[in-house]
């Protein structure tokens, strides 16, 4: 072969591979999505995480790539979908609690959408400086215990004792449970705690309160949620009040709830991602803590039980479920 030949030759090939790189389409940003329930019982927050995303410009297959694992419920499969997302090279999770996730990674930012009380735990140093990976919103729970009784005892004026249904491994729900101790002694109020720690505690749990039982308190928390038409159920059976922390367990089958309203919540959180995928850091984003809480009361639920609920309540209600 003539050298001119064999230098054209070059040069063609070496033009022919860039022209295939620049027709290669670019990396997309990848969203590890850790839900820790099932994919049904949280579409309504998982719908208004992703349009809230492609408003901002991040549509999933096309400028980002969401990777979805689910645990069902399962705290030990919850640790198992942040490791495995990692391994995927994610350049953001979103998650809720933050535990599972803070425990997968020290560097991936991780987007928490709602954090029972992430000083309290450890999450972060402080809400105005999170000091490492993770940000977000934190929705006090901690905080809102006094409003909670408050509403409960309007709800039942005769109220003298009530439960707390507690998963123990939880860290937020014990911060929890004691803040609800303390604003229970402050208005006269006797309160037992009873421990879950699995699925199956829940039944048998319900099934040994004593009688003179008047209410459950459900702090929220990966098990509950999960299962929380069968805790609804069964509190219905014993004809016994529940109070929420959210909406989604009044609409299905709890009596009421306090708490933000929990789409809003994943809409911010995407609003973070955003921020992120384009060069935020999470030590740079503060914490957020929701300014409107929402009241909703399940008249339906009520008249199953036996319960009248005063006009003055049902007034004052966001939603009323009928």
């Not at 006094?146 to 937020?172: S, T």
């Not at 809480?293 to 009520?302: E, G, I, S, T």
Request: glycine share 8%.
């Amino acid at each position: 072969m003539r050298r001119r030949q064999f230098v054209a030759g070059i040069g063609g090939a070496v033009v022919s591979s860039l022209s295939a790189r620049a027709q290669q389409p670019a990396k997309l940003p990848v969203i590890g999505f850790m839900g820790a329930a099932t994919p049904s019982a949280w579409s309504p927050w998982t719908a208004a995480f992703v349009k809230r995303l492609a408003e901002l410009g991040w549509t999933d297959g096309r400028t980002a790539k969401i990777e979805y694992r689910w645990a069902e419920g399962s705290e030990e499969r919850y640790a198992e979908i942040g490791a495995e997302l990692v391994k995927l090279g994610c350049g953001v999770l979103v998650t809720v609690g933050g535990d599972s996730a803070r425990k997968a990674t020290s560097t991936i930012p991780i987007v928490v959408a709602l954090m029972s009380d992430p000083v309290g735990t450890g999450l972060v140093a402080s809400l105005a400086r999170p000091g490492g990976n993770i940000t977000g919103m934190s929705i006090q729970s901690t905080d809102l215990a006094g409003k909670r009784i408050e509403l409960i005892k309007e709800a039942i004026p005769a109220l003298r004792r009530f439960a707390i249904l507690a998963y123990v491994e939880y860290a937020g729900t014990m911060l929890d449970v004691a803040a609800i101790h303390s604003a229970s002694k402050r208005v006269g109020l006797e309160v037992v705690t009873i421990p879950i720690h699995r699925a199956n505690d829940i039944e048998p749990a319900l099934a040994s309160l004593d009688p003179q039982i008047q209410a459950v308190y459900v702090p929220p928390n990966i098990l509950v949620n999960t299962n929380r038409i069968l805790i609804n159920e069964l509190a219905r059976q014993r004809r016994l009040p529940t109070m929420h922390g959210f909406r989604e367990y009044v609409v299905s089958g709890g009596l009421m709830s306090y708490g933000p309203n929990t789409p809003n919540l994943f809409r911010r959180a995407a609003e973070y991602v955003d921020k992120i995928l384009r060069g935020a850091k999470p030590v740079d984003l503060p914490v957020e803590q929701p300014t409107e809480f929402d009241l909703v009361v399940n008249l339906k639920v009520a008249k199953a039980i036996g319960l009248e609920l005063s006009p003055s309540l049902l007034t004052r209600a966001d939603e009323v479920i009928e």
